[in-house]
């Protein structure tokens, strides 16, 4: 029997070097953008404080270090070696979790592209998790005992990634992702973005894929 693992979803891990000479800044930056607008907006946050989006411009600290780091991973001819970035859209925001805040699961539905740039964060303040977009997954977990889910081809459920100072991650906007809930006992903070590279209308790409989340939902109940 062959099993061909084909269309993976492709995660983009890579740090900033140098990054204390500009981590205070950024943490600065951050809490005056807190301050100007303490309301920010509700999207996935559960307590967290989440700005407008407004800051794909180069114009100020984080976006000068967050594109930066986007364009050197985006040219790299071994990933997606895209030499032009004007055409893209892009947005970025500042999330900002205290203790005990966290993101539900979500996706960012009109974009490529996706990821999270770690301003401030210590050890326990919120995994970044993924979960598996393959219905292979959640079919093989009904017939699995706890063992072997994580052991078997497809059946990982999740897959988490620690926030680290300095580090960007980037992936798939559909992949659906959430945050765990900050049990440091300091502010996490990070920069989010979306990245669009395509033209024209995203209402049929994401229409046929809620269809088959649909679809899943009325066949398997129990998830």
Same mark, same amino acid.
């Given at each position: ?11 983009? *891990? ?12 950024? /943490? ?12 920010? #907006?509700?999207?996935?946050?559960? +307590? ?7 800051? $794909?411009? $180069?114009?100020?600290?984080? &976006?000068? /270090? #967050? ?9 790299? *001819?071994? #990933? ?5 970035? $004007? ?6 925001? /500042?999330?900002?979790? *205290? ?5 539900? %699961? ?9 990821? =999270?740039? @770690? =301003? %401030? ?10 979960? &598996? ?25 999740? !897959? ?6 300095? =580090?960007?991650?980037? !992936? ?19 920069? &989010? ?5 395509? *033209? +024209? ?9 809620? !269809? @088959? ?5 009325? /066949? !398997?109940?129990?998830?």
């Amino acid at each position: 029997m062959n099993i061909l693992p084909v269309f993976p979803s492709l995660i983009i *891990k890579e740090k900033i070097k140098d990054y204390d000479k500009y981590k205070d800044e950024l /943490i600065l930056y951050s809490y005056q953008q807190q301050k100007i607008d303490p309301s920010g #907006v509700n999207k996935s946050n559960e +307590g967290g404080w989440h700005s407008q989006t407004r800051y $794909s411009n $180069s114009q100020n600290p984080i &976006s000068s /270090i #967050v594109i930066n780091l986007i364009k050197s991973i985006l040219n790299n *001819k071994n #990933v997606f070696n895209i030499k032009d970035l $004007s055409k893209a859209k892009m947005q970025m925001w /500042i999330n900002i979790n *205290k203790p005990g805040d966290f993101n539900n %699961k979500h996706e960012h539905p009109g974009s490529d592209l996706s990821g =999270v740039f @770690w =301003v %401030k964060s210590l050890q326990k303040s919120g995994n970044l998790t993924f979960y &598996s977009p393959n219905v292979m997954t959640q079919i093989q977990q009904i017939n699995s005992t706890k063992e072997e889910i994580g052991k078997k081809l497809f059946i990982t459920p999740t !897959f988490q990634i620690e926030p680290l100072e300095g =580090v960007i991650v980037l !992936f798939p906007s559909d992949l659906t992702h959430s945050v765990q809930k900050n049990t440091s006992d300091e502010d996490r903070i990070s920069v &989010s973005f979306n990245i669009d590279f395509r *033209k +024209g209308n995203r209402i049929f790409d994401n229409t046929f894929r809620n !269809f @088959w989340r649909y679809l899943f939902k009325i /066949i !398997f109940p129990m998830f």
